[in-house]
């Protein structure tokens, strides 16, 4: 009876222990995790700073730390901030002009719909006539609802009043312009922050072993190894997937477009959205891609369509190839665990949380794999 009760007892202890873990964790990223960005930024971009800077530390013999602390931040920030402004502003017109390109589409939903109802009728043909009828009946009725749904103009919205209006882009102006403040103070105080992170980076990580028991003295080394070993590993391994698939959908599509089966100006920005689509599990690549063969299909496309699924196949065709060999099979987590951090983190978080949750379990995997944590037994014990 008494080792039940210790058991018991034990299971509790750990229960409670977790749970104002993840209840800090929480707090940390629901409300915390932005008043913090500039300092957890500017502490790894220090991190990855100490390389080159113990070799420049070297050649001087340490007479200039604090200058080549300084002159490799700004290098740094010249070589990064300038190619992102002109991404950033290349970016920024793409999306304009696909957003207005993606509302005129919007205004041909009502032909697309009696389009597709019209070629679902006809292939249904088939049916008996009660059974058709009745089939029909729904189809046209969930047609409609669609169609009403998706009318602007019942709700007192004309769309070249939208297109106008995303054109002229009064509001996303005044969001960046209310938030350019605080933005800027938070980009100067990184910046600051980041220096004397790089800096004293000797210091501050000696200072922070002191505040640790001896038993836990190689805590920081742990932790810099998992992220370095496994979690920047896995971000390399899937942003090259990306960027491959990117390239992919780039190629296919101007290869459509240059045969005359694709007339859309926006390939960049398609080929970016999708390539980042496909990085999320079970979705893919032909969570896009398919229904686009589709809708090219119905509205008479054919060579649009066989187009893009030649783009599908051929993508996940060098996917499955590339991906073991690039990732390997020891640091992925189960895709329906990914899955639910996705979805958890998404509705916990909003859109950063859709990153943040997957990381962290990430993270958990790695520290349970090492025989730091013991949160779950491997299939392997």
């Not at 089939?135 to 009725?141: A, C, D, G, L, Q």
């Not at 800096?199 to 002191?210: A, E």
């Not at 649009?304 to 499955?320: K, L, T, V």
Request: glycine letters at 6%; one cysteine or more.
């Amino acid at each position: 009876m008494i080792p039940k009760v210790e058991k018991r007892r034990s299971f509790i202890i750990n229960f409670i222990y977790l749970a104002i873990i993840f209840g800090l964790l929480y707090v940390f990223f629901k409300y915390l995790f932005w008043a913090a960005a500039p300092f957890l930024l500017s502490f790894l971009f220090a991190v990855i700073l100490q390389k080159p800077l113990r070799k420049l530390d070297r050649l001087t013999k340490n007479k200039c730390h604090a200058l080549w602390s300084i002159l490799l931040v700004f290098l740094s920030i010249t070589v990064i901030l300038l190619p992102l402004i002109f991404l950033l502003a290349q970016f920024v017109t793409q999306i304009v002009g696909f957003i207005n390109y993606l509302i005129d589409l919007l205004s041909d939903f009502p032909q697309f719909m009696a389009t597709l109802q019209t070629e679902i009728l006809k292939f249904l043909s088939f049916l008996p006539e009660g059974i058709y009828d009745s089939v029909s009946e729904t189809i046209i009725t969930t047609v409609n609802g669609l169609v009403n749904d998706f009318d602007l103009s019942k709700i007192g919205i004309d769309v070249s009043t939208v297109t106008n209006t995303i054109t002229s882009g009064f509001s996303g102006v005044y969001s960046v312009v209310k938030n350019v403040p605080s933005a800027m103070i938070g980009l100067v105080i990184g910046i600051v922050a980041w220096i004397f992170f790089t800096k004293d980076y000797n210091y501050i990580v000696r200072f922070i072993k002191k505040q640790l028991p001896s038993s836990k003295k190689n805590l920081l080394i742990e932790v810099k190894q998992v992220f370095s070993k496994t979690i920047m590993k896995m971000v390399r391994a899937y942003a090259l997937i990306m960027f491959i698939t990117f390239c992919e959908l780039v190629l296919g599509l101007y290869v459509l477009k240059f045969i005359g089966v694709l007339d859309n100006n926006y390939i960049f920005i398609i080929g970016l959205a999708i390539a980042i689509f496909d990085i999320l599990p079970v979705a893919g690549s032909g969570g896009i891609l398919i229904p686009w063969a589709l809708v090219a299909l119905i509205s008479g496309n054919v060579g649009q369509a066989i187009g893009i699924i030649a783009i599908y196949i051929i993508i996940s065709a060098i996917r499955q190839y590339i991906e073991p060999k690039i990732v390997g099979d020891s640091l992925g987590v189960n895709p329906i665990i990914t899955l639910a951090g996705l979805y958890f983190g998404l509705k916990l978080f909003g859109f950063m949380g859709m990153f943040i949750v997957p990381i962290s379990i990430m993270v958990l995997k790695a520290f349970n794999d090492t025989g730091r944590i013991h949160l779950w037994k491997s299939i392997d014990e």
